[in-house]
């Protein structure tokens, strides 16, 4: 009798485990972002620079977007909160976490 409920005391405890990380998993994933797409307007090198961006459409304004990949064309990204007239990049270079940003390449015009 003592075995079986230290059994069920045990099967209860993994179900609770169990039932957080699975909130915790599903948590993570119901989370949205408010992200815009945005135009790259610097030169090869400056792509960390957030004041480099304005606010895009989905029709790229550089002609060669997606022809080349000297540097970015556009990215996907939240809006600083400190300054919403520029993507949060949250000191990330776009060039090198290219999947991070969803980022377009274009050629160097």
Same mark, same amino acid.
């Given at each position: 009798? @003592? @075995?079986? @409920?230290?059994?069920?005391?045990?099967?209860?405890?993994?179900?609770?485990?169990?039932?957080?990380?699975?909130?915790?998993?599903? =948590?993570?994933?119901?989370?949205?972002? +408010?992200?815009?797409?945005?135009?790259?307007?610097?030169? @090869?090198?400056? %792509?960390?620079?957030? $004041? $480099?961006?304005?606010?895009?459409?989905?029709?790229? $304004?550089?002609?060669?977007?997606?022809? =080349? +990949? =000297?540097?970015?064309?556009?990215?996907?990204? %939240?809006?600083?909160?400190?300054?919403?007239?520029?993507? +949060?990049?949250?000191? %990330?270079?776009?060039?090198?976490?290219? +999947?991070?940003?969803?980022?377009?390449?274009?050629?160097?015009?």
């Amino acid at each position: 009798m @003592k @075995k079986n @409920k230290f059994t069920l005391a045990i099967i209860a405890f993994m179900l609770l485990i169990g039932a957080g990380v699975y909130a915790m998993h599903t =948590s993570r994933h119901v989370m949205t972002f +408010d992200t815009q797409i945005w135009d790259y307007n610097g030169v @090869k090198g400056g %792509e960390a620079n957030a $004041s $480099s961006y304005t606010l895009g459409t989905t029709t790229p $304004s550089h002609t060669s977007c997606g022809f =080349s +990949d =000297s540097t970015i064309c556009q990215i996907v990204a %939240e809006p600083d909160p400190n300054n919403p007239n520029q993507p +949060d990049l949250a000191g %990330e270079n776009p060039m090198v976490h290219q +999947d991070d940003f969803q980022a377009t390449l274009r050629g160097n015009n």
